[in-house]
């Protein structure tokens, strides 16, 4: 507890080394609390933190856990190696414990960024992703990432500074409670009120995050909570979430989807969370199913596998008489349920029930492990004599191959500047099979969507339902940093490179390399083409045409690349996969393609 009317010493630490690993110059902060306050020392300025004063000389490493080293042990113990973040006074005593601990500390340039990279982390590797962000601001700053992990239901936990209880309300720098503006955005909200409480709330954020259901978890320290040294044990087990089949309802979907003559099963994210992907082609397998995927259920079933299909997908929804729904919401990706057939049978299948009610009543809803759920409608549907589906899926397979003939022409385009089909034709063949592709923009991702093959899960990653643009370089940056020997490729919009466009310092600083290819048309399309065909005209739709943002990239000290015509396309790609470093291919494309949308609100 606090020393009243004396000095107590919340933490101390001294950070060494310089970028070259010399011992360049030794810092040492002290932070005192006494009754009139709390002080900062050292021999650099922080006295942003409080007024700096005076205090006695300490030289000696704390001895004791502080609460940073606390938080450090607990995300240790659950098997965090990154800790994704921006600076900030109140978090240096995490700093110091995930140094002690060994959690690598990978500094962005936006917390925006520092967010998006946790929530990258999550989709690359499955696993929770951990990002911590500085009181006020840095937690405002990363809001849009809390967003974004929470509809997609990414594993992060956020961790955030916080102004000093004791002076609570008094105005410190930065001070702002964070957790009412936090809570609709995460799983758990919480502000950890004494040193004792630091690791079981680190242990309550990290199961909110991992669910079921999964997503965010935010929890704050204040800086004389945080600093200050406890006794408190952080090395209790580490407890796992159960991954139950489903108990309720499963007979009756087990008879749907035996008596089924036109099944489908569409899954998405949760799938994938699940690591669903062998049950699902089990099942698929052994029933003959047609699948379809989205969000980051892609490559869930590789793109080559004669039952899976995405441009059939229209006909294949609408013409189902049992659709299994496996981790997907019916949201606006799925027409709100209205992509099925009127009379289709749908079975929800998911990992947990939320508040939010699927739009259109399922025949059966099933809830719990989603993997273990598949095997046993495998187990329970599989085996005997079923209806014979094959003029199904070969009827399913001629829509496949017939929409794919309709795009040649587009891919085959040679236009300058280029149609942005070209542009993925020409991707797509230096791109390995098991490449990580990242999309960041408009219509250039949409288009992307469309023609990109996913063949292994986890190897295409959009912003999801949430669609924030400024998502790509902290995925990308997170995508490259869990796959160090696969390539990661980040689509990019001209607009969106100008939300986090800065991250190729932090790309280029910490040896990153991500190759981004800039679908770069002078405008935002994804708003300019709707807006027109709407009232005729645009407004706030123009960005700057033929930018150099290669040339930004090239500043920043990565690899850049300009291309105007197809046929400078595919070696501009291979010398940036070949440079090593970070890049930009900038290729102009053409301003007066339109994407064929229906909607773009709804
Ligand atoms: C943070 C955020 N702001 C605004 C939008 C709305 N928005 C969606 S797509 C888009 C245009 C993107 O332009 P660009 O990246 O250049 O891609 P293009 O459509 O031109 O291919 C905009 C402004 C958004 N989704 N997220
Ligand atoms: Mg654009």
Request: glycine share 12%; proline share 6%.
């Amino acid at each position: 507890m606090l020393a009243q009317g004396g000095v107590q010493i919340l933490g101390k630490f001294s950070p060494t080394g310089s970028p070259s690993g010399r011992e360049a110059s030794r810092i040492s902060l002290v932070v005192s609390v006494t009754r009139r306050g709390y002080w900062v020392r050292g021999r650099f300025g922080i006295g942003r933190l409080a007024r700096a004063m005076a205090i006695q000389e300490e030289t000696h490493r704390a001895s004791a856990m502080h609460g940073g080293r606390l938080v450090a042990k607990r995300l240790k113990a659950h098997g965090v190696s990154k800790l994704f973040t921006l600076s900030g006074g109140h978090l240096f005593s995490i700093f110091d414990g995930c140094r002690e601990e060994g959690i690598d500390i990978v500094d962005v340039r936006h917390e925006q960024s520092a967010g998006f990279a946790a929530e990258g982390w999550a989709k690359a590797t499955r696993q929770l992703g951990v990002c911590a962000v500085t009181a006020g601001p840095g937690v405002t700053n990363v809001m849009s990432a809390l967003g974004s992990a929470l509809q997609n239901g990414s594993p992060l936990v956020a961790l955030g500074g916080r102004a000093p209880a004791m002076r609570w309300g008094q105005g410190s720098l930065q001070e702002i409670d964070h957790v009412p503006f936090v809570s609709p955005l995460t799983r758990l909200a919480v502000t950890a009120g004494a040193p004792a409480e630091v690791s079981g709330l680190v242990d309550q954020a990290i199961a909110a995050a991992v669910g079921p259901p999964s997503g965010p978890a935010f929890v704050d320290f204040p800086l004389d909570v945080v600093f200050q040294e406890s006794d408190v044990d952080a090395d209790g087990p580490v407890v796992v979430p159960d991954a139950a089949a489903a108990a309720d309802g499963s007979e009756r979907a087990i008879e749907l989807l035996r008596g089924a003559e036109r099944p489908v099963i569409m899954a998405g994210t949760g799938l994938y969370w699940a690591h669903g992907e062998h049950a699902l082609r089990a099942l698929a397998e052994e029933l003959r199913v047609p699948v379809f995927l989205n969000g980051l259920g892609r490559g869930c079933m590789p793109a080559d596998h004669e039952l899976y299909y995405s441009r059939a997908r229209g006909k294949g929804l609408e013409e189902a008489d049992v659709a299994l729904v496996a981790g997907v919401p019916m949201d606006f990706r799925l027409g709100f349920g209205g992509s099925f057939g009127e009379e289709t049978k749908i079975v929800v299948l998911d990992s947990a029930r939320t508040d939010r009610r699927p739009p259109r009543e399922p025949e059966v809803e099933l809830y719990g492990g989603i993997a273990a759920t598949l095997d046993a409608l495998r187990e329970g549907a599989g085996g005997g004599p079923g209806p014979d589906h094959s003029a199904w899926v070969e009827a399913l397979r001629e829509a496949e191959v017939h929409q794919r003939a309709g795009e040649r022409e587009d891919l085959a385009d040679d236009r300058a500047p280029l149609h942005p089909l070209r542009l993925y034709s020409e991707l797509q063949q230096v791109l390995d099979r098991n490449a990580v592709v990242i999309g960041d923009g408009g219509d250039f991702v949409s288009f992307a969507g469309r023609v990109i093959e996913t063949y292994e899960p986890g190897c295409w990653m959009d912003p999801g339902p949430f669609g924030c643009l400024g998502a790509g370089p902290g995925y990308a940056l997170a995508a490259k940093l869990a796959n160090p020997d696969r390539q990661v490729c980040l689509l990019l919009g001209d607009g969106a490179f100008g939300f986090s466009g800065m991250e190729f310092d932090t790309l280029v600083r910490h040896g990153v390399p991500v190759v981004a290819v800039m679908g770069n048309n002078g405008i935002w399309a994804l708003e300019k083409h709707p807006m027109e065909s709407l009232y005729g005209y645009s407004v706030a739709a123009e960005l700057q045409p033929e930018c150099r943002y290669d040339q930004v990239v090239q500043a920043l000290g990565g690899h850049a690349e300009f291309v105007e015509r197809p046929s400078d396309l595919k070696p501009a790609l291979q010398r940036a996969f070949e440079s090593g470093k970070p890049a930009l291919v900038n290729v102009l494309t053409d301003p007066e393609v339109v994407y064929p949308r229906k909607s773009n609100l709804a």
